[in-house]
DNA sequence: CATTCTATTGGAACGTCGTTCCATTTATGT
DNA sequence: ACATAAATGGAACGACGTTCCAATAGAATG
């Protein structure tokens, strides 16, 4: 890779880190996170993997590049909201649904810990945090619980449709799957994962989702009145 | 890969699943998750790939076994705890403290969803919030709200731990490199992250688990006094 | 004890990946 | 027009997960 100069692009169809990273995502949409090779990205670029290394310095940061494209627009969207609880619940959403529609960028998320695209969503969070008149020391576990709560039940969805995707199943089949093992398991020692195993057929991710926000949200304001 | 038969090794230095296991929870241990492959795992165990595959079926299962194995002796120590409240905060903590000797198993863990290593912190966790009284159709989101935060925390330190291997720095070496690169940000654009990036050094990741843990606690009562 | 059979072994080989290298092409500045 | 530098694309490298298979070693059989 090397360093930017030029702002007029020199040819028409020329290569750009834009042009690449868009490519990177409709692959990643396409056929997950497997289906993103250099080789891939060649052929759908009609160039060869030696250009792409001209515009971009490894497969990681194109992968938390493409990630970043797809958080920045979901964070970006514009927030209407009375309370900031409301704010975060409508962020929390928004963060879910965007997963839901690109479940790699769960798995992408968690494997560049600090880097723009999390920055983005710490910050949103943060202020919002701060807006409810959480103490300045307690911040920083307070929102750690919000974003954390995030990326875990992201990371989850991902590996979900991952899995599912490698068995050539579709989410609610994997899920089912799952639930069918959870059932099997030995009564007495797995007596709660089976009560849950119903519980996991045809329930409603998104709900689940809010309702462990609403949990933390609902803990945030318990401690902020002690 | 084949079924299993016998049941006494036909040779002294024989291989077997969990010699091979814990051959590989060494590896990772001593290299990280990318210096596991079956050509160090061969050298390790003076035999060749093909002979591992006899006992395992893939990379991804062994990964998930030697996940389990460190899960399993986490989730199995004694539980000393008066209230279902303390005995969540110590398997909590022993999660926490199982990840950070082992930051490998905070990937793995989430690329196992469903599967023996996160059904064992499931039924333990879910015991606890069932003894909490949270009634049946809110368990499913309560134990959620804590298992996703576990897991979003430990993905977390183990992104964090292998970035840093990747530079060749360590943990508290790279947290003090994002702190830095968060301090340059844009005032206006990321005031609060900023902000964040005083407490971030040299602040305790410990405390501030379990402070986010207490959080989610303090929901569930707030939740159950409705 | 000799022989057969089958569970296991270990190393060679295959296809794919990320990445590097480099000869070639394209636009710019003189 | 020519020299220079930016940008390209395809070949090649080393490492990986996995498969294949000829060789072994203990158990079972006669």
Redesign the pocket.
């Known amino acids: 890779?090397?360093?930017?100069?030029?702002s007029?692009?020199?040819?028409?169809?020329?290569?750009?880190r834009d042009r690449i990273i868009e490519a990177s995502v409709a692959i990643l949409d396409g056929s997950g996170e497997?289906?993103?090779?250099?080789?891939?990205?060649?052929e759908r670029?009609?160039?060869?993997?030696?250009?792409?290394?001209?515009?971009v310095?490894?497969?990681?940061d194109?992968l938390t590049a493409a990630c970043d494209a797809i958080i920045a627009r979901a964070m970006n969207a514009p927030l209407v909201g009375a309370t900031p609880q409301a704010i975060i619940r409508t962020l929390a959403l928004g963060m879910f649904d965007a997963i839901d529609a690109h479940p790699w960028v769960g798995s992408a998320l968690t494997r560049a810990p600090g880097q723009l695209p999390m920055v983005r969503i710490l910050e949103r969070i943060g202020r919002q945090v701060s807006a409810l008149g959480v103490p300045d020391e307690e911040q920083w576990a307070t929102v750690g619980a919000l974003l954390n709560y995030i990326l875990g039940v992201g990371a989850q969805n991902a590996a979900n449709g991952q899995l599912g995707r490698m068995r050539g199943i579709d989410r609610s089949d994997f899920l089912d799957a799952v639930a069918t093992s959870w059932s099997q398991l030995d009564p007495n020692a797995y007596a709660f994962t089976r009560s849950m195993a119903a519980h996991l057929r045809g329930h409603d991710d998104r709900n689940d989702f809010i309702a462990g926000i609403d949990l933390i949200l609902s803990g945030i304001e318990a401690s902020r009145r002690l």
């Open positions: 890779m090397a360093k930017k100069t030029r007029s692009p020199r040819r028409e169809d020329s290569l750009s497997d289906g993103l090779t250099f080789r891939a990205l060649s670029l009609a160039t060869g993997p030696g250009a792409i290394y001209w515009h310095p490894n497969k990681g194109l």
